[in-house]
């Protein structure tokens, strides 16, 4: 096919621009890594905040490296902006919007929704488009093919989709959006072969290519999905190890020690993120719709929710045996965000433990050196000193960031309620 080969020459020779929606943990480091390779991207967001800090040469994600930033743009390789009217100068448009969930816990694909929408109005001959925001599965050939049908356009002909979850894993210095291998399924034969090619020439990955945008979909929830029911397993495993007055770390290290057959998983505070909480409702909420039920999915989201309210019982009873109510006690989180070492606080469970403490009237502070200051409920809360620890009533270590003197916390708290090991050996933490 003529077209193929058009597309083919372009990608090799770095003639393709690129435009991608949305410049969040996903879209900025996606869109500066195929700048550095040579494209020209343009950076579409509705935030102009977060475009005039690009402008700017600011950067906001920790993981992105801001000297790379700034030649780009100054290279005009990356040109952000909040002018949805750009879409006409580029060839391949890759959606990376947030969808979270709502209130409700269902799957809020309203971004997505409108960033489909508003592609679909810019949509020239021989375009690409490719999916990486997470979805249900069914939604970009089903619902995206469509909507992109009813503007006159047949996919495999005259336009290209195709669905490529994304793999960004905060803080990882290991697997970064460069050498994490890829899965491509577009909504037809050729739109996999092209969009699986452009993901060659910028990635340091394998790029597996499956049969259909369906499947792809369907491989992003089960990674997530394995990782919620595995650490659900977990938390079971530290209630029962609890009873047995035995220290589920070290339960967790002796299973290690098997060379095939086991992965470990580790409890804390809860799961956050912008996958493992969210990704398995996904599938539950369209399997519901079909009258399919998938118990073990819904069980361990169960579990998975109330870890922050089972941690609050066991502080509850911490105090209780210092002769102190939760009500008033003074309390110091030690980690806000959702993992070790970044900043990104979707989905935190810290900030649950938090609220729980708050409804409760409990004076909570919060220890963070990646975050400084947060706004949550329209409430401003700043990062303290820790040179006044000894004033808490009560100390939870609830992420292991490095850098922190935790020997220090430990030398001069009253109390640690330790949820991620810092201490080994220390009293056992798991009264669920």
């Not at 290991?174 to 034969?189: F, K, L, Q, S």
């Not at 990782?227 to 397993?233: E, F, G, K, S, T």
């Amino acid at each position: 096919m003529k077209i193929v080969k058009v597309l083919k020459k372009k990608i090799e020779n770095k003639d393709l621009i690129v435009g991608v929606i949305g410049l969040g943990y996903v879209g900025l480091p996606l869109s500066v890594l195929i700048a550095t390779k040579g494209y020209k991207v343009y950076g579409f967001d509705i935030d102009k905040k977060r475009v005039n800090q690009l402008l700017n040469k600011q950067n906001y994600i920790s993981d992105v490296d801001t000297n790379s930033i700034k030649k780009m743009i100054e290279n005009n390789k990356f040109i952000p902006t909040d002018n949805f009217d750009l879409l006409n100068m580029v060839d391949i448009i890759i959606i990376c919007v947030p969808t979270p969930l709502d209130k409700k816990r269902k799957p809020d694909l309203s971004c997505l929704y409108k960033a489909v929408k508003e592609v679909s109005h810019h949509l020239k001959d021989n375009d690409i488009i490719v999916i990486e925001s997470t979805t249900y599965p069914g939604t970009t050939n089903d619902y995206v093919k469509n909507i992109f049908s009813k503007k006159g356009f047949n996919v495999g002909q005259n336009l290209f989709l195709a669905f490529s979850p994304e793999r960004i894993d905060p803080s990882n210095k290991n697997y970064t959006v460069i050498n994490t291998n890829r899965v491509v399924g577009g909504c037809d034969e050729l739109s996999t072969k092209i969009v699986a090619l452009f993901y060659q020439n910028i990635l340091e990955a394998k790029v597996t290519c499956v049969s259909n945008s369906t499947v792809a979909e369907m491989s992003k929830i089960l990674e997530n999905t394995y990782r919620l029911v595995n650490i659900a397993l977990i938390f079971e495993f530290a209630k029962a190890c609890n009873k047995l007055n035995i220290d589920i770390w070290e339960v967790i290290e002796a299973a290690k020690s098997k060379p095939y057959g086991f992965q470990a998983f580790y409890p804390g505070a809860g799961v956050g993120g912008h996958c493992i909480p969210i990704d398995p409702i996904y599938l539950t909420w369209d399997m519901k719709k079909k009258h399919i039920k998938l118990p073990l999915i819904n069980i361990s989201d169960k579990i998975i929710k109330n870890v922050p309210k089972n941690i609050v019982k066991k502080i509850k009873r911490i105090l209780k045996l210092q002769k102190k109510k939760l009500k008033m006690a003074n309390i110091l989180l030690v980690g806000i965000s959702y993992k070790k070492d970044t900043s990104d606080l979707r989905e935190s469970p810290s900030l649950k433990i938090l609220d729980i403490l708050e409804t409760k009237r409990a004076n909570v502070n919060y220890y963070d050196n990646y975050v400084k200051e947060l706004i949550h409920n329209n409430k401003k809360y700043s990062s303290i000193d820790l040179t006044n620890i000894n004033q808490y009533d009560l100390v939870i270590i609830c992420v292991d960031h490095s850098n922190v003197d935790y020997k220090y916390i430990l030398n001069n708290s009253k109390i640690i309620l330790d949820l991620k090991n810092i201490y080994p050996n220390g009293s056992d933490i798991y009264g669920l």
